[in-house]
């Protein structure tokens, strides 16, 4: 699936089921584990991810994906809180 743009990206998954949700919660969670992001960028793919975990969760349970990703979410949550999130070189 691809989109224009995030924001359209974020829409149109959300719009659709949560087998889609799933498939989604792997592809941004492996971003957040490869630490690839800019960092102005992290808040909004936070919240996403979060949103992916819930109605994952919701529909089939604790999976791995699922606490690995809430494990992500808080770690970058908790950098973003302090000021230490990485950038990327090209953000140097």
Known sequence: ???????DEVVG???KGPDV???KLYDKVATL??????SFRYPEW???TEK????VE??????????????????YRTMLADG???KLPSEK
Do not use: E
């Open 58 to 75: 919701a529909h089939y349970g604790q999976l791995n994906i699922v606490v690995l990703g809430k494990l992500l979410a808080t770690k």
């Open 33 to 38: 584990y490869d630490g690839g992001l800019r």
């Open 84 to 86: 230490t999130v990485p």
């Open 52 to 55: 992916l975990i819930q109605s």
């Open 1 to 7: 699936m691809t989109y224009p743009n995030f924001q």
């Open 21 to 23: 949700h799933l498939v």
């Open 46 to 48: 936070l919240d996403f």
């Open 13 to 15: 998954v959300l719009a």
